[in-house]
Every structure is written in structure tokens, then in C-alpha cells.
């Protein structure tokens, strides 16, 4: 009887153990305002020069747009940042004391660097509301989820992300039932959940309505400061609508590097992407 008692004490979902709550990441060192250093960066496929001697650096809560023709090496850059793909040379530093090049993907996500793909990837047959608790940082084994409670300040942070991503009204209806602007705002929300210090958001406006993608414009830009943001985008109007730097890459390696009028009359720029 005593055993029964305790298994269904372990069993309560209103009871925190100290193993389920998540780690908290090592402090960023921030000391010259830079939050991610990319530099010298180099790696090749098979022959195919994908990046060559990158040099990038995104300032702590800064939204920077990544532009540049298909091929120009924006996915892989990202995959680098993520720990997707490992460089053949160079160094990627988070702050100033954190490699990112010694660690794996869970590793890098766990210090705060978040990724959104162009495709929103979220829990159809579940709430809104499910989606954002299922994203929160920590221990995502079978039995840590199945013993898990929320704590009071997870349930505040999920009503917090709600209200950032404007889906407060929709937080009972099943993600699947979203429309595609939706659930992209729900994708971000559940990076939100993980608390991270870089979010890096692949072609968000892609397939939105105009309203839509005004809406994305107000969340992203509001997210700069709290979050640093790189976001890619191939939308010109998107991005000038967002960006105060842009950087262009062009064969691996950035192009040109400044505001959105800078860039649109760069003349190299106009000839390798923009069109003459």
C-alpha cells in the first residue's frame, strides 16, 4: 500500500522535482556589444565553394536582414551558427567566450540561439496553447514530459508569448486549423518559450497575405532589443519595411554590408541580385 502512495505521489502533476527544471545557460560575455562573431568562415561541398572567408558580426539586439541570390550561402550559414554544418575554417563565436564550433546542435540551442525554417513546423492536432508548453526549455524526455508540471512563471511566460504573437483569442484551437500567417506567429512563439538571445528566421513572409506580413513586420521588429534577430528574406519591400542594417551575401562571402537604400544602390548589388 505505502509503494501505491509513493508511485502516485511521483505520479502528481502538481508537484515540481528539481531534475525537470531546465539547466540556466551560461551568462553571455558581451563586453564589446557584439552577440554572434562569424569570421573567416570557409566550408565546401563537394568541390562547390558554399562559403569563403565570411566575416560577420550582429550586435546584441540588433534585427539584421541577410539578403542575397539563391546560392549565395545563406542556408549554410545559418547551419554553421546552428551546428548543422562544422566549417572547414574560421571561427563562430557566441559573445565572447562561447565556441560554437566545439558544441553540437541541442548544445547550442540550450545557450539561446534559436532557428525558424521557412516551413512552420508546429503540432497540428494540438492547441495553440499546447504548442507553446510542449516549446518550453528543458528536459524533453518521455518521462520528464509525462511528470512535468507547470510553474507559475511558465504559465506567465506562455500568457507573455501569447500577447507578443497575437494569438491570445486562438490559444484553445488546434494549430492545424491556423492560417499560414498563424502558425508562422506560433513558430516563433515557441522559440520564445526557450528564451533565446539570437533567433535566427528563414523567409518569414513567404506565402503571407499583405497583412499578414505587416503583422510579421511588427512582431520581428519587436522582438529587436529584448532578442537579436537575423532574419533572411528575398522581399524587398518585406525587408525594407524591417530592416536598419542589411548585409548581402554573394558567392559565400558578404557582397555589401548597410542600410536598405545603401544597398539597392550599390551598384555591384544591383548587378549580382537586384537586377540592372
Keep these: ?13 502538481d508537484q515540481v522535482f528539481e531534475f525537470l527544471i531546465p539547466d540556466t545557460p551560461p551568462d553571455l560575455d558581451l563586453t564589446h556589444g557584439i552577440i554572434l562573431y562569424l569570421e573567416g568562415i570557409s566550408v565546401s561541398f563537394d568541390g562547390f565553394q558554399a562559403i569563403n572567408n565570411l566575416n560577420l558580426y550582429i550586435g546584441d539586439g540588433e534585427l539584421r536582414c541577410i ?5 549565395a550561402g545563406k542556408t549554410t550559414m545559418m547551419d554553421i551558427i546552428t551546428g548543422k554544418t562544422a566549417p572547414d575554417s574560421g571561427s563562430a563565436w557566441f559573445g565572447q567566450q562561447i565556441n560554437l564550433l566545439k558544441m553540437d546542435e541541442p548544445e547550442i540551442a540550450a545557450i539561446g540561439i534559436g532557428r525558424k525554417f521557412q516551413k512552420p513546423t508546429v503540432f497540428e492536432f494540438h492547441p495553440v496553447i499546447d504548442n507553446l508548453e510542449l516549446a518550453l526549455a528543458g528536459n524533453k ?7 512535468a508540471r507547470l510553474r507559475e512563471q511558465e504559465r506567465h511566460r506562455i500568457d507573455e508569448v501569447l500577447k507578443i504573437i497575437g494569438l491570445q483569442e486562438e490559444s484553445t484551437r488546434l494549430a492545424g486549423a491556423l492560417s499560414h500567417g498563424q502558425k ?18 528563414d523567409e518569414p513572409a513567404a506565402g503571407m497575405t499583405h497583412q499578414e506580413m ?3 513586420a511588427e512582431l520581428l521588429t519587436s522582438l529587436a532589443g529584448d532578442h537579436s534577430v537575423i532574419v533572411v528574406e528575398h522581399d524587398m519591400d518585406f525587408v525594407r519595411s524591417i530592416a536598419n542594417k542589411v548585409t548581402v551575401l554573394h558567392q559565400g562571402t558578404v557582397l555589401a554590408e548597410g542600410t536598405m ?3 539597392q544602390n550599390n551598384q555591384q548589388v544591383i548587378e549580382v541580385y537586384l537586377g540592372g
Design 1 to 13: 500500500m505505502k509503494s501505491l502512495d509513493a508511485m502516485r505521489n511521483f505520479m502528481r502533476r
Design 67 to 71: 539578403i542575397g541570390p539563391n546560392g
Design 141 to 147: 524526455g518521455v518521462w520528464t514530459v509525462l511528470t
Design 184 to 201: 508562422q506567429w506560433l513558430e516563433i512563439g515557441m522559440l520564445l518559450m526557450q528564451n533565446p538571445k539570437l533567433l535566427l528566421v
Design 214 to 216: 505587416e503583422r510579421t
Design 261 to 263: 537604400d545603401e544597398v
